[in-house]
Every structure is written in C-alpha cells, then in structure tokens.
C-alpha cells in the first residue's frame, strides 16, 4: 500500500495517476491518519468496483449496529408483536393518504 499526504496530493496532483497505475491503491492520509482510499478501476469494472466498495461500507454498518445491540436485553414475543402491530398501523395510515 502506498500512502500519500493530503500536502502530497494538493502540491503533486499528476503524480497521483503514476503512483496509482504502479500500486493499484493509495491511501491518501491527513496528519498522519488515512481518510480516503483511491484505487484503480479495471477497464470495464466501474459498476463491480463500486457494487464491492458499498457493500462493504454496508457491512460496516450492519457490523456497528449488531455491535451496539449486543449488551441490550432481549426483547420479549409481545414487544416484538406490539412493534409489528404499530408498524402496520402505520403504514394503513400512511397508505390512506
């Protein structure tokens, strides 16, 4: 992995094509901690790239909320039915409009 100061970027902008042609990746990094990932699309795999790059991001975020429920205390069969009922309460309201 390559690594490349926000200075480094902003001062040496046509470098940056070279180095990703050479490395395939940069991190580029901002008082020392990286901030963005700039990585080098395959020729006709624009839409995969990014398909991959989200569906991690969406990971992340399933992993984070599963991390954050984990000390909470279960959920009883009438709360979880109690839920479904306003929800579906809700969404009647809602299509009535």
């Not at 991390?67 to 809700?90: F, G, S, Y």
């Amino acid at each position: 992995m390559n690594f490349l100061t926000k200075n480094e970027l902003v001062a040496y902008p046509s470098s940056l094509l070279g180095k990703l042609s050479d490395y395939g990746e940069i991190a580029i990094t901002d008082n020392g901690k990286p901030t963005a990932l700039l990585l080098q699309i395959p020729e006709g795999l624009f839409n995969e790239t990014l398909k991959a790059v989200r569906r991690v991001k969406a990971m992340k975020s399933l992993n984070d909320i599963w991390a954050k429920t984990k000390n909470l205390p279960p959920i009883t069969d009438e709360e979880i039915e109690a839920e479904i009922q306003a929800a579906r309460a809700e969404a009647k309201t809602a299509s009535a409009y």
